[in-house]
């Protein structure tokens, strides 16, 4: 199984303020809340992290059907960023998931799956619109957010 | 020294004064107002509301800043539909 989560940088922008008070310590580890901080596109981390997390437990509650908002449960380790894409690891409930990640100037959008060689085959859709209902050759998975919708083919 | 909220809210509420204290905060994020208008015990909130899993957590702090309690992690991963945010708000008022 795969995962992918989408983010439209401008949306999110509207729609959350991450700098809340409250805010991070819910959604994110005490080293997630590092990389964050330390970070000069704080914005850009937040949204990186929470579509690492988003993808992997949208393969976790694909299989066991169990559904709960444990995002700190979600721990994103070994992330590695380099010019616009970054790789990582998320582990959840005893399950290690393998993430990659695209970071544009107006979205990220990350990749999630069980196996490094299941990630790798994954072919990925984004298309720019509105209409989230778009369907192309039944893709594995269906993330959409704002502007952009991004399918997902294993 | 004993201080007086002033958000002081009565731990006896009825389920339906509940979710009436609810509705306006999960409005904020909803998507779905039609949903919103039959929200009850069962509604959902991602899968009827359509609000967008990154608002969860605010729903969750608006939750904590108009009952004046503190809802843990725990607590927290059950929060997905009306019912389950009432039993923890009760719990946590109950607790206080």
Known sequence: MIGNDIVDLAQAEKDSNWKRAGYLEKLFTTEEQFLISSDIHQECM???????????????????????FAPVKLSCNNLIIYDNTATGNVT??????????????????????????????????????????????????VSHHGNYLALVYS | MHVLSLKSIPTNMSNEELIAKLKPI??????????????????????????NSANLVDVVLDVEEEFDIVIDNQSMEQMLNVQASIDIIESKLAAK
């Open chain 1, 46 to 68: 937040v949204w990186l992290l929470w579509t690492m997390k988003e993808s992997a437990y949208k393969i976790s509650s694909g299989r066991s059907k169990l559904r709960e």
């Open chain 1, 92 to 141: 959840y409930n005893d399950q290690l998931y393998f993430t990659r990640s695209t970071i544009e100037k107006t979205y990220i959008h990350t990749i999630a799956a069980m196996s490094q060689e299941e990630l790798d085959l994954i072919k990925i859709d984004i298309i720019e619109t509105k209409d989230h209902q778009i369907r192309i050759n039944n893709p594995n998975c």
């Open chain 2, 26 to 51: 999960v409005a904020n994020y909803a998507q779905d107002k039609e949903a919103l208008e039959k929200i009850g015990p069962d509604t959902d909130f991602i899968k009827d509301l359509k609000i």
